[in-house]
C-alpha cells in the first residue's frame, strides 16, 4: 500500500471510530499584496472536547494507535487528531526531543518522504519556541495537504515564489513581506543534509535581517529541553514553511495580534480564526498587516 493510501485508510478508520475529530470550516479568499490569502474560519476549534485543552501530558508519548499511518527509523508518521484539513499528518521524533530544538537531517528525511510520497501536494511546517504558535513541545514537524476546496495555487504564498530565479539554496528576502524572513528555492532531489544546511542558513537570513542573533536556534540547548525556557536561557521562536519548490524562515515576536493566534501557516498565506469577531478583524486590518505584528521588523543589515 503507498503511504498515500495508507493516510486516506488511516485517516477514514480513526474517523469512523470517533478517534479523530474533523474540524468544520468555513474558507474566505482574501487577496492582497498579490497572494490570495486563505482565512478559515473553524468555530468549533475552541471546543476541543474536555481533556485535550486542560491535559498536559504528552500526546505523542505515548502516541493514540489509532493516529499511526507509517513509520521511518526515528520517528511515526500520525494523523493530526484535529484536523481541519482531511490528510493532516505529524511526523513526530520516536524518542522525546524538545520542539525548542532545531531540525536535523533525520528531521528533513522523514518529511521528505511524506512529501514526495505522501501522494499529495503538501505544506511542511515547525512551530518553534514559545511565540511560535506551538502547544506541544515534543519535537513533530506538520504536514498540510492541499485542500480540494480551492484549485489554486497552493500554498498562497507560491505566487510570490514562483517568480524568483534565484539559485536554490541561496537565502534572499522579498520586498512585499512587511517582516524579517529568508526564503530560498530548493533543488528538485535535495539530500536531507542538504535540506539541514538550508534551513540553517535561512535561520541565520532570517535573524540577521531582523537583527537579532540566530545562535540560540541553531543549539541544542539542554536548558529548554522540557519546553520551559527560563531567564537565563531565554528561546527564539520561529516559524519554518517548506514546500518541493521553498523554504521559508519567519523570527516570532510574539504568539498573537489584534487577538488572532498565529502559527507557521500564516506565513503560508493560511490564517485560522476561531470565531466571526476574528474573522472581521483580519478582513479589517488585512492578513499582511496581522503577519506584520506577530513577526520582527527589519532591521538594518548586519554584517557578520
Ligand atoms: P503545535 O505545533 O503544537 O500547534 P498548532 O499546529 O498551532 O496546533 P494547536 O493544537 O495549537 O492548534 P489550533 O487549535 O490553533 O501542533 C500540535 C499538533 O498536534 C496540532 O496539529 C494538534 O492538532 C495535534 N494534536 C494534539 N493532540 C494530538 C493527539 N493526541 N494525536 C495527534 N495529534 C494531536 O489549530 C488546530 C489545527 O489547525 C492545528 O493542527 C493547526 O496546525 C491547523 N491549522 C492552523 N491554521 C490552519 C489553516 N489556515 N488551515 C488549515 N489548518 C490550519
Known amino acids: 500500500m503507498s503511504l498515500g493510501q495508507k493516510i486516506t485508510t488511516a485517516f477514514e478508520k480513526a474517523l469512523a471510530s470517533s478517534h479523530l475529530f474533523f474540524i468544520p470550516s468555513q474558507l474566505h479568499i482574501h487577496p492582497t499584496h498579490g497572494i490570495a490569502f486563505q482565512i478559515r474560519l473553524a468555530p468549533s476549534l475552541t471546543k476541543k472536547p474536555d481533556g485535550y485543552v486542560a491535559d498536559k501530558r504528552n500526546p505523542f508519548l505515548p502516541y493514540d494507535p489509532a493516529m ?35 531540525l536535523n537531517a533525520h528531521d528533513f528525511s522523514a518529511t521528505w518522504n511524506v512529501m514526495t510520497q505522501g501522494g499529495s501536494q503538501y505544506l511542511g511546517f515547525y512551530n518553534c519556541g514559545p511565540e511560535s504558535g506551538a502547544s506541544v513541545p515534543h519535537k513533530h514537524i506538520q504536514l498540510i495537504p492541499a485542500s480540494t476546496e480551492v484549485d489554486d495555487v497552493y500554498p498562497p504564498l507560491q505566487t510570490l515564489i514562483s517568480t524568483r530565479k534565484d539559485q536554490p539554496g541561496t537565502p534572499f528576502s522579498d520586498a512585499t513581506l512587511p517582516f524579517a524572513h529568508g526564503i530560498s528555492l530548493l533543488p528538485a532531489t535535495p539530500t536531507p543534509t542538504t535540506l539541514e544546511t538550508i534551513y540553517k542558513a535561512l535561520v541565520q537570513h532570517a535573524f ?23 531567564a537565563a536561557h531565554p528561546q527564539a521562536s520561529y516559524n519554518m514553511i517548506m514546500t518541493r519548490e521553498f523554504m521559508m524562515v519567519v523570527p516570532r515576536r510574539v504568539e498573537r495580534a489584534f487577538g488572532v493566534s498565529v502559527n507557521s501557516v500564516g506565513f503560508a498565506g493560511m490564517l485560522l480564526v476561531k470565531n466571526e469577531e476574528q474573522l472581521e478583524v483580519v478582513k479589517r486590518v488585512g492578513p499582511m498587516e496581522v503577519l506584520k505584528e506577530v513577526g520582527c521588523p527589519v532591521g538594518e543589515e548586519v554584517k557578520v
Open 208 to 230: 540577521r535581517s531582523a537583527r537579532l542573533d540566530p545562535g540560540p536556534c541553531l543549539q541544542r540547548n539542554e536548558h529548554v529541553a522540557s519546553g520551559v525556557p527560563d
Open 68 to 102: 499511526f499511518v507509517h513509520e521511518y527509523e526515528r520517528h511515526v508518521v500520525l494523523l493530526n487528531k484535529f484536523s481541519v484539513v482531511k490528510g493532516h499528518v505529524l511526523v513526530v521524533t520516536k524518542e522525546f526531543e524538545s520542539q525548542m530544538f532545531p
